[in-house]
């Protein structure tokens, strides 16, 4: 059975840092690119970034509005991605998904088939 | 970035009515379109993908249509468990979502 677990979520001040870990069970984690989307209070699913395989070099993307304060990486040894997140301002503020994608991740994302629960990250002085 | 617009924004239907949500995409995505359920409080499920193929498990009243700009989900006859709001994404270029169709009980 696929599993995604996101865990890390809490209350952090302005300006300040958090790290997100997606721990996964159940599929073969170094086949798959893993997307990490999020969605604030009462709105819709935006996309944070994603992560290709190491096959593809273990690259990167990152929405508009969190490049260069969020970065992604990928433990394949462990199964485990990672979301860190820097500088965080309260728009910030929301639940944040882990995602498998059925492929690579390249050159994009193919359709998100698994689904961690979710972990809430408030932003807030 | 490919823009989808979902509508309605809201639907109201009653249990047994037959309910179709529309996802019109600003480019082109071929068949690169899924769909998905998410209730209060859970992650979103995959439904259909691509465009037409029901996900294994996914209940036949589900379909969904269309390719190019415009594509379709269609709920034959609604269920208690189906209120819920309903997203697309397409996935033909950096995946995008539609803004969402919350589906309530009339």
């Known amino acids: 059975e696929v599993q995604l677990v996101e865990s890390g979520g809490g209350l952090v001040q302005p300006g300040r840092s958090l790290r997100l870990s997606c721990t996964t069970s159940g599929f073969n984690f170094g086949d798959h690119g893993m997307t990490w989307v999020r969605q604030a209070p009462g709105k819709g699913l935006e996309l944070v970034g994603f992560i290709r395989t190491t096959h593809y070099g273990g690259a990167a993307e990152y929405a508009a509005s969190v490049k260069d304060r969020f970065t992604i990486s990928r433990e394949d040894s462990k199964s485990i991605a990672y979301l860190q997140m820097n500088s965080l301002k309260t728009e910030d503020s929301a639940v944040y998904y882990c995602t498998r994608d059925r492929g690579s991740g390249w050159p994009h994302p193919q359709v998100l088939d698994y689904w961690g629960q979710g972990t809430l990250v408030t932003v807030s002085s | 970035d490919i823009q989808l617009t979902q509508s309605p924004s809201f639907l109201s239907a009653s249990v047994g009515d037959r309910v179709t949500i529309t996802c019109r995409a600003s480019?082109?995505?071929?068949?690169?379109l899924a769909w998905y359920q998410q209730k209060p409080g859970k992650a979103p499920e995959l439904l259909i993908f691509?465009?037409?193929t029901l996900r294994s498990g996914v209940p036949s009243r589900f379909s969904g249509s269309g390719s190019g700009t415009d594509f379709t989900l269609t709920i034959s006859s609604l269920q208690p468990e189906d209120f819920a709001t309903y997203y697309c994404?397409?996935?033909?270029?950096?995946?995008?979502f539609g803004q969402g169709t919350k589906l309530e009980i009339k």
């Open positions: 994404l397409q996935f033909n270029s950096p995946v995008t």
């Open positions: 480019q082109g995505v071929s068949s690169y």
């Open positions: 691509p465009a037409s």
